[in-house]
């Protein structure tokens, strides 16, 4: 990916978690005045949809970016008070500990379809009987990573589903996904703060 593709993923990321709206492509160019010219943005748009990267409505507006989305996607975020969606559970942990913010996560157990509520960010020391399974991933971003990365009520769970992905990632407590995905959306979360919270 290049310049342009990380600077349009994380605006358009910073500005869903800022505003909690759909992001125009206008909104998103004047997001970084002279860096995001419309021909170049809207070429970097439909890359990034083609790769799975981004959701976009039928107007074109941004709903999607960085696993947070405003469309349908299978794990519930509350964060700011708003209603979204993420595209993994790993996003719905990760993106809250990379803010510093509290949330809740609704969503289910990937073996038995039991509901999973949790309280976000994971609090140092908390041990929790939930596991997330971190997919290994592959080239297609929703299918071979977002999709197997769940939530599972146990340690149990947790291990038919890792033996259902044939070993392809690995189980992981909470609190290691909190800290591992503070790390991996630290650039979004220094985005969110340049841009200035709502």
Avoid: K
């Avoid at 593709?5 to 990321?13: I, K, P, W």
């Amino acid at each position: 990916m290049d310049l342009i593709d990380d600077q349009v993923r994380h605006t358009a990321f910073a500005l869903l978690v800022r505003d909690g709206r759909p992001v125009s492509v206008e909104r998103l160019s004047a997001a970084r005045p002279g860096e995001l010219p419309l021909p170049a943005l809207n070429e970097a748009l439909d890359r990034l949809v083609a790769d799975g990267h981004l959701d976009r409505d039928p107007s074109g507006a941004v709903v999607g970016a960085g696993g947070l989305t405003l469309g349908d996607a299978p794990h519930r975020l509350l964060l700011r008070g708003r209603d979204y969606r993420t595209w993994c559970a790993y996003d719905a942990i990760g993106i809250p500990a990379a803010l510093g913010e509290e949330g809740a996560i609704s969503t289910r157990c990937g073996v038995c379809g039991r509901a999973i509520a949790i309280r976000v960010p994971i609090e140092p020391g908390v041990e929790r009987p939930e596991r997330l399974w971190l997919a290994a991933g592959g080239t297609d971003l929703r299918a071979e990573f977002c999709a197997p990365t769940v939530l599972l009520c146990s340690p149990d769970h947790a291990e038919v589903w890792a033996t259902r992905q044939d070993g392809r990632g690995r189980i992981i407590d909470l609190g290691l996904a909190s800290r591992l995905g503070a790390g991996a959306w630290a650039s979004y979360a220094q985005e969110v703060g340049r841009l200035g919270v709502a």
